[in-house]
């Protein structure tokens, strides 16, 4: 069994892992002459396999790579014997006997085999076996173990794609063997991270539960490599600069992955449906609606379907990050002054500049001309993107406005930071005030309010059970506005008093993860949240957002600004331009990166794969010099979330790179849909 090379010096995970999955697929034939090697090739991978690569490299990269035909391992594939096949799969059981049986098939010219994670020996042994009792053994040209087994969305995120994670490790139905099994899987996954970096982390985790458990598995694992220890080149290796693995357990803040959110980032994976830097959302067919017009007949919606890169795209590589009214704001100016640009170039190639003018001007020379059309296409590959914002700018607004999102975002950061910590009868009163107005927020919002009111203020169960009565009360007889999940208003259904059958059963499951959150609080299976968010009082987003701001954008994006949407604009600029908070991982990590006694610093358990046994913080912290932390990797177990991701942000100081990663990412609908599937 081979090993991939390590990955050459690069500044981030993704950087990393595309490096090494270019080397994969890159790599020639050691049999063959260069002459007669031939630079096609086919590349076959699993489900998971191909989430891996799909946001590393498009359709034209894997051409330019010599990949002609990227075919699923599963499915109905033809033979094609004159072309070499890269396997890039999970090394599962049912994955390595298809393997053999295309092998003994001579599907494909030869089998160049590369593993995302580590084949395990018994694995290998019937694998072998496998290959030699039906005659493939000559097809396998080699194998590789990759060690890229984990999902690198953009630079400084990633996730392991495990799927219902927070309901794997917390349902009382799980056994121990799976429990085992799971953690083994979180292990291998950063054991996959730590490869591709090519350094040596420092693994800090918390006490007991599944962090010290993995924590430990993987410390071990790293110790026991042949090579990994001996590696001083690669991603982030250093001797005295070693990065930081903080490995934290979602249970010790259930507030942030249902929380909304206002920055742009999170408010798209709120509000829209987003996976994998892919956004989707309904849009009217403004054709339609005028020829069904006289028949009252609604226009059908038609799926929008856009692909965004956050770190190829300038736009969203600087703007994800900033709350929503500043993206618009940016959005709006970047495109006049693209259009502006557009206007003046084309009309210097056409001699239009001298005819406004009306003046005798000298003609262009050659090279202006040859500058000027050398950058319009350019300009107009910017103009397109910005333009692909506009689009989903504008839906996002669509979902705001309508579900009045800003003033959900206000009264739960008030409660998260403790604005109500005094007055708990106030509490109480706004937030029944506002899960039981049939137009403020869908069904999810409002459970969303309930459950981080209960987090937040310590409410009594009493209280809560007051409050969600009220709240199923008031949509089981005046009904929702807006239905959940469909981004679509449901006028009709609040007039009526009725919630669609979709509703009923979100409002259902809502109830049930409410009811959970109740046993696990007092059985003290989660720490007490109250002040778990904190603000930064030095610190604020920056910027001012006007209505008339708002007022423009939406007059750009389209030709008939609603007057709900014209109403929301001053509420939007208002109330979501405000300090920013940070997040109680926020808080964790800067405390460790800091290294400030009496926090997390001291409590955490830090352990060193080069040491054998656990390092005591508190002598080392009287008797050696620590090295500040400019690499960080911060774990979350059971799921994270773009609005923790974005609020990592605050510690990255120049100098620290932070890199956010999870069993799997989710949006905050979703996890409150775990919730309710724990009771």
């Known amino acids: 069994m081979k090993e991939a090379h390590p990955p050459t010096v690069s500044t981030t995970l993704k950087a990393c892992q595309l490096s090494a999955i270019t080397a994969m697929l890159s790599a020639p034939n050691p049999a063959e002459s260069s002459s007669s090697c031939t630079p096609w090739k086919i590349l076959i991978y699993d489900q998971h396999t191909r989430s891996i690569i799909s946001p590393l490299l498009s359709v034209s990269s894997l051409r330019a790579l010599g990949v002609t035909l990227h075919l699923l391992l599963h499915s109905d594939?033809?033979?094609?014997?004159?072309v070499p096949a890269v396997y890039f799969v999970t090394p599962t059981k049912e994955n390595l006997e298809r393997i053999a049986r295309d092998c003994s098939r001579t599907l494909y010219k030869c089998a160049r085999i590369h593993l995302a994670s580590r084949l395990s020996r018994s694995q290998m042994e019937e694998f072998a076996r496998l290959v030699v009792n039906t005659g493939g053994l000559p097809q396998i040209e080699s194998v590789y173990d990759n060690y890229v087994d984990f999902v690198s969305l953009e630079n400084g995120l990633f996730d392991l794609a495990v799927k219902e994670s927070y309901v794997l490790y917390n349902h009382h139905r799980t056994d121990e063997h799976e429990m085992e099994a799971a953690m083994e899987g979180i292990c291998a996954g950063l054991f996959s991270v730590v490869v591709t970096l090519g350094a040596v982390p420092i693994i800090r985790c918390g006490k007991g539960g599944a962090p010290e458990m993995v924590a430990r598995k993987l410390s071990k694992m790293i110790g026991e490599h042949p090579t990994l220890l001996r590696r001083t080149t690669g991603g982030m290796a250093s001797q005295h600069n070693r990065p930081v693995l903080i490995i934290m357990d979602r249970n010790m803040d259930l507030i942030t992955p249902v929380q909304h959110v206002s920055t742009y980032q999170a408010l798209v994976d709120d509000v829209l449906d987003h996976s994998a830097n892919r956004v989707e959302f309904n849009v009217s067919s403004e054709g339609e609606k005028g020829a069904n017009r006289g028949r009252g007949a609604p226009p059908p919606p038609v799926r929008k379907k856009l692909d965004v890169d956050p770190d190829a795209d300038p736009f969203y590589r600087k703007h994800k990050f900033n709350p929503f009214p500043e993206a618009i704001e940016s959005n709006g100016s970047e495109l006049q002054d693209v259009s502006l640009r557009e206007r003046q170039i084309r009309s210097k190639t056409s001699g239009a500049d001298d005819n406004a003018r009306g003046v005798d001007a000298p003609a262009s020379t050659g090279a202006d001309l040859a500058t000027a059309v050398e950058s319009l296409p350019v300009l107009l590959e910017r103009k397109k993107k910005l333009e692909v914002h506009t689009s989903i700018l504008q839906a996002v607004m669509n979902e705001v406005a309508s579900r009045d999102v800003p003033q959900f975002y206000?009264?739960?950061?008030?409660?998260?930071?403790?604005?109500?910590?005094?007055?708990?009868?106030?509490?109480?009163?706004?937030?029944l005030e506002l899960v039981t107005d049939p137009s403020k927020g869908n069904v999810d919002d409002k459970i969303r309010l309930v459950i981080v009111y209960m987090l937040s203020a310590a409410a009594k169960n009493a209280d809560v059970d007051e409050v969600a009565n009220g709240m199923k009360d008031a949509l089981d007889t005046r009904g929702s506005a807006i239905s959940a999940g469909d981004n679509v208003s449901n006028s009709e259904g609040a007039s009526r008093g009725i919630l669609t059958k979709q509703d009923r059963i979100?409002?259902?499951?809502?109830?049930?993860?409410?009811?959970?959150?109740?046993?696990?609080?007092?059985?003290?299976?989660?720490?007490?949240?109250?002040?778990?968010?904190?603000a930064d009082d030095g610190t604020s987003y920056g910027g001012a957002a006007s209505s008339d701001m708002l007022t423009s954008f939406m007059a750009r994006a389209t030709n008939q600004a609603t007057g709900l949407l014209a109403k929301a604009t001053d509420r939007l600029g208002t109330m979501m331009m405000g300090k920013i908070h940070k997040h109680h991982a926020?808080?964790?990590?800067?405390?460790?990166c800091e290294m400030r006694p009496n926090t997390e610093d001291d409590d955490y358990l830090y352990l060193d794969p080069r040491v054998k046994g656990d390092v005591d913080v508190a002598a080392l912290r009287n008797t050696v010099t620590r090295a500040p932390v400019r690499e960080v990797v911060a774990f979350m177990i059971g799921g994270g979330c773009y609005g923790e991701y974005q609020n990592l942000q605050m510690v990255a100081k120049e100098g620290r790179n932070i890199t956010y990663g999870a069993t799997e990412i989710v949006d905050p609908c979703t996890f409150m849909n775990y919730l309710g599937k724990l009771v």
Do not use: C, F, H, W
């Open 77 to 82: 594939r033809e033979a094609i014997p004159d």
């Open 410 to 431: 206000e009264l739960e950061t008030s409660l998260a930071t403790g604005s109500y910590k005094n007055d708990p009868a106030k509490a109480k009163k706004d937030v």
């Open 506 to 534: 979100r409002l259902e499951n809502g109830l049930r993860a409410i009811e959970y959150m109740k046993k696990i609080r007092s059985m003290q299976m989660i720490p007490s949240m109250s002040n778990i968010i904190q």
């Open 586 to 592: 926020t808080i964790v990590v800067e405390n460790i």
